[in-house]
């Protein structure tokens, strides 16, 4: 086999606090190096400023790493895949002048990839532990700054069904945990703690939104004034109960995301069922999801664990796919912090 057989692509991930660069090759993926940053744990939240300065200092060696664990030369790469948006502004920086300074000095283009498509794209990734979808399939794209349910028509065609009005579920999740005192990200921790709990044991009302989007705000809201009471009334409550805490606000917020799920089935017809974005690392969501097969003869599509929060690899498979067909960008490209999924 010829040499130029095998394409390789770099992927770079700096939209949020993750550093993260993949080498995908023939849609294989060879290395996924994550650099996490700590630093956000102690504010409770991601500091803008902190997680460029952090990108800044993990770019290079995160790189490295990701190049040096392919077992390839810098020279082999064919292409430079980075996420343009949407994001945080100081942290796409990062990403997109390292790229587009890599692929100077290398020769060879740049593809600018949407953030959103690549989270449900990590679907494509060769893997033998998980499945691709067919088209056409829905995503449920659950993140921290997302809630989406997406049709997908083909790669690069994709349209919005129903989104979140107001917090993204990750936030549901991760504001509720630090009510509760958790540490930042709460999502594992609630995830964590609810596997001991009763879900059934304290109920939070669910929003009553139209049609397939969603809201979260007032649970979150209904959720601080029902520990504000119960503390008053015990300062103990929620150390005595936090598993059924957990539990119980993990249960409603799943309610919420399947009773979505189905009515998108319902108006669609279509039932190839994707859930995709950090949230999707829940083990509740994946059990339900996984059930929902035997229940309404669904297929549905996990993502494999470490493709679901993120990611570079997710960035070099659709780096990959868009490079199949010549789709490179211009040199002047920038980031931009909005960019809807169905924006190529
Ligand atoms: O996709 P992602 O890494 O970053 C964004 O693009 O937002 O998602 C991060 C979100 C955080 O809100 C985090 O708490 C949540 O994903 N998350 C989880 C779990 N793992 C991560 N939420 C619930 N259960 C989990 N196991
Ligand atoms: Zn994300």
Redesign the pocket.
């Known amino acids: 086999m010829s040499k130029n057989k095998f394409i390789y692509i770099l992927g770079i991930e700096s939209?949020?606090?993750?550093t993260s660069a993949a080498v995908i090759c023939n849609g294989k993926i060879l290395s996924n190096v994550v650099a996490n940053q700590e630093i956000h744990a102690k504010y409770g939240g991601v500091v803008p400023e902190l997680a460029s300065r952090a990108h800044q200092q993990n770019i290079v060696p995160v790189i490295q790493q990701a190049i040096q664990k392919a077992n390839i030369d810098k020279k082999d790469l064919n292409a430079i895949a980075f996420t343009r948006g949407p994001?945080l502004m100081g942290s796409l920086l990062v990403g997109t002048s390292f790229a587009k300074s890599l692929s100077l000095g290398l020769n060879i283009p740049i593809i600018a990839i949407n953030?959103?498509q690549a989270?449900i794209l990590a679907h494509f990734i060769d893997d033998e532990d998980q499945q691709k979808p067919p088209f056409p399939f829905l995503c449920l794209t659950?993140?921290?700054?997302?809630t989406q349910i997406v049709k997908i028509t083909n790669y690069f065609e994709m349209e919005v069904l129903g989104e979140t009005l107001d917090d993204?579920?990750?936030?549901a999740?991760?504001k509720s945990?630090k009510i509760l005192g958790l540490s930042?990200?709460?999502?594992?921790?609630?995830?964590?703690y609810a596997k001991l709990g009763n879900p059934k044991a304290f109920q939070f009302t669910k929003p009553r939104v139209q049609g397939l989007n969603f809201s979260f705000s007032g649970l979150k809201t209904g959720i601080l004034y029902f520990i504000q009471k119960k503390v008053k009334e015990d300062p103990d409550f929620i150390e005595d109960n936090l598993h059924d805490i957990c539990a119980s606000i993990?249960y409603t917020?799943v309610k919420i995301l399947f009773e979505k799920i189905k009515k998108a089935v319902e108006q669609t017809g279509i039932e190839h069922i994707a859930i995709?974005?950090?949230?999707?690392?829940?083990?509740?969501?994946r059990k339900v999801l996984k059930s929902m097969e035997k229940k309404y003869d669904w297929t549905t599509y996990i993502p494999k664990f470490e493709y679901?929060?993120?990611?570079a690899a997710m960035i070099a498979v659709v780096g990959y796919l868009k490079y199949l067909e010549n789709d490179y960008s211009n040199e002047n490209i920038g980031a931009t912090a909005r960019l809807k999924v169905s924006q190529n």
Do not use: R, W
């Not at 659950?142 to 997302?146: M, P, T």
């Not at 993204?168 to 936030?171: F, N, Q």
């Not at 995709?276 to 690392?281: D, E």
């Open positions: 939209s949020c606090d993750d994001g953030h959103m989270h659950i993140s921290g700054g997302h993204a579920v990750g936030e999740f991760d945990a930042y990200p709460g999502g594992p921790l609630i995830d964590k993990q917020i995709a974005g950090g949230v999707s690392a829940n083990s509740e969501i679901t929060t993120d990611n």
